[in-house]
């Protein structure tokens, strides 16, 4: 997804991790374990809704790099990894995010994972499409 708008505006709305559940439609709540914000280290544990399932789980940051990328892992029911990685493009910033969740056996394993594999797509395609528009405005406001 390109972001129009400068990789450092797009960085600094990344990296404030407190305001995701503002963009992440399926994050119900984040709540930060400890004292650190952010960086490698941080801790959160985040409620997250799709459809019918329900998850709260531990995210942890378990790389960073400024203007570049967020790496965490999950831990808890649903278990896995993410990356949250910029570009700088001409335009904008280009923001794309991978993840790779494993299910739990009670709910249904691998079949599940194949099966949310498209549900999932979507809620972060729409999540990512209100990044964009949420920075967006709020770059728009800030340049002259």
């Known amino acids: 997804m390109l972001v129009r708008a400068p990789l450092a505006v797009v960085w600094e709305a990344v990296a404030d991790l407190g305001s995701h559940p503002r963009w992440m439609t399926d994050a119900e709540s984040l ?7 952010s960086g490698v280290g941080t801790r959160m544990l985040v409620e997250t809704r ?4 329900r998850t ?11 203007g570049q990328r967020i790496t965490v892992v999950h831990r808890g029911a649903i278990s896995g990894e993410g990356v949250l990685q ?15 969740l494993r299910f739990p056996w ?6 599940t994972a194949l099966l949310a594999r498209p549900v999932l797509r979507w809620v972060w395609r729409r999540n990512l ?3 964009e528009r949420l920075v967006e405005a709020d770059a728009s406001i800030t340049t002259p």
């Open 86 to 100: 910029l570009d700088a493009m001409a335009g904008g910033t280009r923001l794309k995010w991978s993840e790779r």
């Open 50 to 53: 799709v459809g019918p399932l």
């Open 31 to 37: 709540e930060f374990l400890g004292d650190v914000r």
């Open 106 to 111: 009670w709910w249904g394993g691998a079949l």
């Open 56 to 66: 709260r789980d531990v995210i942890e940051v378990t790389g960073w790099e400024p």
């Open 129 to 131: 499409r209100r990044f």
